[in-house]
């Protein structure tokens, strides 16, 4: 579709997991994708190189979002390249586990730089051009952590979701006038190489059966059932979609004080 064609992405967090998907899936609609990473350019650059084998376009750009000047740049980057961004994806972010009595603070104020900071950063770099030509999708990748689930340990993530949250509503209120959507997405409990790659093959396996039991679809997500809902918000045909948190959790039930 011609849509999709003039369609240009950036996809925070890109190389891996979530991110990865999203990318590939907006790469297939016609959209071309910056891929942001930090840690894993090879990664990153063989994503972009895919991309562009299959006929798109696509570049891979390091940027930690926790830092608004090298955001900044690597929009810079992405328009130079590519042209003006039309779709941002903030998808980037760390998780740290702990409780009142283990939480580490330097861990709770990094994961706030990352997870809150960076779709700050991210969305004020983009919003200038966006509200220049009246259009823009804007898609935060929270988690139904920042809803309310029940796993223990995650409370410190969960807060920094559901500001995620919060921020997307509001943002929604300030840029709606100017064209511009703003949602979120909130992953349930889903098979990436950050969730997987720590366990042996049994213990991820009894993880994913217990886990994949709280679900009324009885298993756990993958990383294409989110990609699938950000493309559906990204498209030029959800214009007046906004201000939604769309759970894609398959249906999660051990939330708390849920009624």
């Not at 709770?108 to 509200?131: E, F, K, S, Y």
């Not at 949602?183 to 059966?209: C, I, S, Y």
Request: proline residues 3%; glycine residues 12%.
């Amino acid at each position: 579709m011609k849509e999709w064609r003039d369609q240009v992405a950036v996809v925070t967090g890109g190389a891996r997991g979530l991110g990865r998907a999203s990318a590939e899936w907006l790469a297939r609609r016609g959209a071309a994708v910056c891929v942001n990473y930090v840690a894993h350019a090879e990664t990153a650059e063989a994503l972009a190189k895919d991309i562009l084998s299959q006929g798109g376009r696509a570049i891979a750009v390091g940027a930690d979002v926790s830092d608004a000047q090298a955001v900044e740049a690597m929009v810079a980057r992405t328009e130079a390249d590519l042209g003006p961004v039309t779709i941002l994806v903030n998808n980037a972010g760390i998780a740290e586990q702990g409780t009142l009595d283990s939480f580490d603070e330097e861990g709770l104020a990094r994961m706030r730089a990352v997870n809150v900071d960076g779709v700050i950063h991210a969305t004020r770099t983009v919003m200038p051009g966006m509200r220049a030509r009246h259009y823009g999708r804007i898609i935060n990748i929270s988690s139904v952590a920042g809803i309310g689930t029940a796993m223990p340990g995650n409370a410190f993530y969960a807060a920094t979701k559901a500001e995620v949250l919060i921020l997307t509503r509001r943002f929604a209120m300030e840029l709606g006038p100017a064209g511009i959507t703003v949602n979120a997405v909130a992953p349930g409990f889903v098979r990436t190489d950050m969730t997987e790659g720590r366990r042996t093959p049994e213990e991820w396996e009894a993880m994913k059966k217990r886990i994949g039991a709280r679900a009324m679809t009885g298993r756990v997500g993958e990383p294409e059932d989110i990609a699938n809902a950000v493309v559906f918000l990204a498209a030029p045909e959800s214009g007046w979609i906004t201000g939604q948190v769309l759970a894609v959790d398959g249906g999660r039930m051990d939330y708390l004080g849920h009624s």
